[in-house]
């Protein structure tokens, strides 16, 4: 196995199949496609995509010309005949919404299979779109049990996720948004091969554990759902005001600091604050008036409320205990409590019995006349993060800076913390830690 003399076999010609195949013997690597439907192996033998795709009509032909594309529905001879194979089989969906598998399953069967009498590490690479586990749970366990070899040391495997946009898929391979790598444990050796299939493509692979990886694809394709839900949303909302959608929207995108930008994309606790909460309302209302329907923003409601309630229950597991709260105000910085989803906490907790301290070096438990007294709350609130450490036997973080990071560091042995912000800290022995979403 040469570096850039890697042969390929794809298994499923179709869209990830076929683009994937022609792009790789546009790149010089020779290719044999896969699958069982003989109309796509005499069209890709006969030099045609079995698949309308821009440009990839002109890469099966000279690839095909040259002798680098063949195809066939022998599988076994074409995984013998190769380095490393793909599977780009459908995964389509099912009546009650989950994933069928049994395409990616019976593929790694029929590698499994193929490889059971071969010499040397083949390596296997999923294409498909699976869902975290799947590798694990389905592919590993069918290509051991048919193979008889083990996955990792006789058998190379990595997951590669594919993000080609169907109509400018040629384009989206050399000029890819992002390429993920998923590694299987220390299987460095198979993601060194894809680098090397991969060698033409100006973009640094992100090298990740392949249930992150097969996460990944989930998290770009609904989050792609989500802003065209949400940019049509507002489109509805500007028609019914007479106002021009796409002037708005561009507004909305020029702003690459806090917009279109890397803020507020880190999964943590629910979002608070004097304008979040108050204008979602208003702009629902709006919407109410006006006959048009908010799902999208009805869903942010209802999302900021399910993550109060699943920081609640984190805390409130195990009974009422001593609950030392760091961080009152719904950010750093602030001492302003309006609708701070951590007094919502402190609330519901103190409701269930809970015995609290609480420690915000921006909020004091004196009458001041400001905005940051809450009567209710005044009596819990301690003057130092020490005194919250030294009653608490659960500490809730829910700011992050050094002081508390500091204090939290010495916490006693049997302490439970939970955490909302992702403090960097390295929980002392005895202590035990849980973040909210990590
Ligand atoms: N189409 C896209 O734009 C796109 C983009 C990214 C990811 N994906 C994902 O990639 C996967 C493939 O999607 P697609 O659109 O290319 O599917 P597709 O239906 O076009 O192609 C799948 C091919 O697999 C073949 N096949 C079935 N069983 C086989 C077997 N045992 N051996 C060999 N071939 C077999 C089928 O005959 C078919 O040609 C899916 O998981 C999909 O979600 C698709």
Redesign the pocket.
Request: aromatic letters at 14%; hydrophobic letters at 35%.
């Given at each position: 196995m040469t570096e850039n003399k890697l042969k390929v076999s794809i298994?499923?010609?179709?869209?990830?199949?076929c683009v994937s195949a022609g792009c790789l013997v546009k790149d010089g690597f020779e290719v044999v496609a896969?699958?069982?439907?003989k109309y796509?192996i005499n069209a890709i033998l006969a030099g045609k995509s079995p698949?309308y795709e821009p440009g990839l009509d002109a890469l099966i032909k000279s690839g095909a010309e040259e002798g680098m594309l063949t195809a066939t529905d022998d599988?076994k001879k074409a995984v013998m005949e190769t380095d490393i194979s793909f599977c780009?089989?459908?995964?389509p969906s099912q009546e009650d919404g989950s994933l069928n598998t049994g395409?990616v399953r019976?593929?790694s069967e029929?590698i499994g299979g193929a490889i059971r009498e071969k010499e040397g590490r083949h390596i296997v690479v999923m294409?498909?779109?699976i869902l975290p586990g799947t590798v694990e749970k389905e592919v590993i366990p069918a290509l051991e049990k048919a193979s008889g070899k083990k996955v990792g040391s006789d058998i190379g495997l990595a997951y590669y996720p594919?993000?080609?946009?169907?109509g400018t898929a040629i384009a989206d391979y050399y000029e890819p948004g992002a390429i993920v790598f998923g590694q299987f444990e220390d299987d460095h050796v198979s993601i060194e091969a894809l680098k090397s299939l991969c060698g033409q493509i100006d973009v640094t692979p992100h090298v990740i554990p392949i249930r992150s990886a097969e996460i990944v694809k989930y998290t770009n394709n609904c989050w792609h759902a989500v802003k065209i839900s949400f940019s049509n949303e507002i489109g509805n909302l500007c028609k019914t005001a007479g106002i021009d959608s796409h002037v708005v929207m561009d507004v909305l995108c020029a702003d690459t600091r806090l917009n279109i930008s890397k803020a507020y994309m880190k999964p943590g606790f629910a979002y608070g604050g004097s304008c979040l909460p108050k204008d979602l309302r208003a702009l629902r209302h709006f919407g109410k008036v006006n006959n048009v329907a908010t799902p999208v923003l009805d869903a942010a409601v209802e999302a900021n409320d399910y993550q109060l309630d699943r920081a609640f229950r984190l805390v409130n597991r195990g009974g009422a205990r001593n609950v030392g709260i760091f961080g009152l105000t719904f950010k750093p910085d602030t001492d302003d409590l309006r609708e701070s989803p951590m007094v919502l906490l402190a609330e519901r907790l103190m409701s269930k019995g809970h015995k609290l301290s609480i420690y915000d070096p921006n909020v004091s438990a004196i009458d001041d006349g400001g905005r940051n007294f809450l009567p209710h709350l005044a009596g819990f609130i301690k003057n130092s993060a020490e005194e919250v450490t030294s009653e608490a036997d659960t500490i809730v973080i829910g700011i992050k800076n050094d002081q508390i990071r500091d204090a939290v560091k010495n916490t006693r042995d049997g302490t439970n913390i939970v955490d909302l912000v992702r403090m960097p800290i390295e929980p002392q022995q005895g202590v035990q830690y849980e973040g909210l979403v990590w």
């Open positions: 298994l499923g010609a179709g869209y990830v199949g896969v699958d069982p439907d796509k698949i599988f780009c089989t459908g995964t395409y019976l593929v029929q294409r498909s779109t594919e993000f080609l946009r169907e």
